[in-house]
């Protein structure tokens, strides 16, 4: 299958400061890539869409101010924690989706950022 | 509105077999995904279905009723490593993917 990347795996921060995490598709181009977010024991929560070249499309009731997503290329999305505070600290992970002939979706997930915010 | 169902947690026996049963309703449908989620981890596809009935890959086998709005997961030859919450997802008319909450299943020895 598809491999995506993620990076850092895992960060410690200092309340106050932001934090950059980047998604790449290793092995093909993706135009749509997906932020997820999971607390402990919860299923996973859609943050934005993030579409090459245009603006992320934000779920209701996630500050588009405060998680700032950038799709410059067709191979890299990133996403900054700006401003964290202990309440962002969460499992982060981005998926990418490839469309396979038209017939379906794929999303290929990465492996995760978990990020604590002290 | 779109929703998915599944029940919340389920135990079997190393060695059995079980069926997770998901329910959805979405705008429109493009195949429903099975993952598989082990604490601490990004899921990892299982299984994908558009079309009605059975699909099996290795010990694992997913099926689809579109006309019920049903599908399940079963796993066969529990192993202890099976343990894990397994996330069901149906596509909907723009692709995207409406999430159940997930089903955590424990294996006992």
């Known amino acids: 299958g598809a491999v995506v990347s993620q990076h850092p795996s895992w960060v410690i921060c200092k309340s106050g400061t932001s934090v950059k995490i980047e998604c790449r598709s290793l092995?093909?181009?993706?135009?749509?890539m997906f932020w997820y977010r999971q607390f402990p024991k919860q299923s996973l929560m859609l943050m934005a869409t993030?579409?090459?070249?245009?603006?992320?499309?934000?779920e209701q009731g996630v500050e588009k101010d405060k998680f700032l997503i950038n799709h410059a290329s067709l191979t890299l999305s990133t996403l900054t924690v700006t401003s964290a505070h202990p309440e962002d600290s969460s499992f982060y992970i981005c998926s990418a989706y490839r469309l396979a002939g038209g017939q379906h979706n794929e999303q290929f997930f990465g492996p995760g950022t978990r990020l604590t915010v002290l | 509105g779109q929703n998915i169902d599944q029940p919340t947690e389920m135990t079997a026996t190393e060695g059995a077999i079980v069926q997770i049963n998901c329910t959805y309703q979405t705008s429109g449908f493009n195949g429903l995904f099975w993952y598989q989620q082990h604490a601490g981890e990004a899921p990892t596809f299982l299984s994908y279905?558009?079309l009605d009935g059975l699909e099996e890959k290795g010990r694992f086998s997913s099926f689809l009723s579109r006309s019920k709005g049903y599908s399940y997961l079963l796993l066969k030859e529990l192993q202890m490593k099976d343990s894990a919450s397994y996330l069901c997802?149906?596509?909907?008319?723009?692709?995207?993917?409406?999430w159940g909450a997930g089903t955590k299943l424990i294996i006992k020895p």
């Open positions: 993030s579409n090459e070249g245009s603006k992320a499309t934000y």
């Open positions: 092995d093909f181009q993706a135009t749509t």
């Open positions: 279905n558009v």
């Open positions: 997802a149906a596509s909907d008319s723009n692709y995207q993917l409406i």
